[in-house]
């Protein structure tokens, strides 16, 4: 088998094309949540603390000297990447508990029987015919 074939197969997996669209569709949800703590939650949270942009936070280890730029540590950004973070675990952990609890409820619904054939129907009449 050449590697292209197998490579084809490889990717043609159900499985493999589910995880790319997963990992797009996680990309793009990414940046509505990064969105979403930079433009709408932050703002209030940093007008409660006195004004902060937690952008601009940071401790600043060397001065900015002439043209070469300041060396700082930004730990506001990384608040707010560990809140993207926090935010999209969450999410996702609500998704895969909904699917979860739907694949439960499949797995408990039982089959109803299945009809009996005409023997056993015709079988069964003969028993309790006999019994009388």
Same mark, same amino acid.
């Given at each position: 088998?050449? @590697? %292209?074939?197998?490579?084809? !197969? *490889?990717?043609?997996?159900?499985? $493999?094309?589910?995880? +790319? =669209? &997963?990992?797009?569709?996680?990309?793009?949800?990414?940046?509505?949540?990064?969105?979403?703590?930079?433009?709408?939650?932050?703002?209030?949270?940093? @007008? %409660?603390?006195?004004?902060? !942009? *937690?952008?601009?936070?940071?401790? $600043?280890?060397?001065? +900015? =000297? &002439?043209?070469?730029?300041?060396?700082?540590?930004?730990?506001?950004?990384?608040?707010?990447?560990?809140?993207?973070?926090?935010?999209?675990?969450?999410?996702?952990?609500?998704?895969?508990?909904?699917?979860?609890?739907?694949?439960?409820?499949?797995? +408990?619904?039982?089959?109803?029987?299945?009809?009996?054939?005409?023997?056993?129907?015709?079988?069964?009449?003969?028993?309790?015919?006999?019994?009388?």
């Amino acid at each position: 088998m050449s @590697m %292209m074939s197998e490579f084809k !197969d *490889f990717a043609m997996r159900g499985n $493999v094309v589910d995880m +790319a =669209v &997963g990992i797009v569709i996680g990309g793009a949800f990414g940046k509505i949540v990064s969105s979403f703590v930079n433009d709408v939650l932050m703002p209030p949270i940093g @007008m %409660m603390m006195g004004g902060v !942009d *937690f952008k601009d936070l940071a401790f $600043v280890l060397n001065e +900015a =000297v &002439g043209e070469t730029a300041a060396v700082t540590i930004n730990y506001g950004m990384f608040i707010q990447t560990v809140l993207d973070f926090l935010i999209i675990a969450f999410a996702i952990f609500m998704v895969v508990k909904a699917m979860n609890n739907m694949k439960k409820k499949e797995e +408990a619904a039982p089959e109803a029987p299945p009809k009996p054939s005409a023997e056993e129907v015709l079988l069964t009449e003969i028993r309790d015919a006999l019994k009388k």
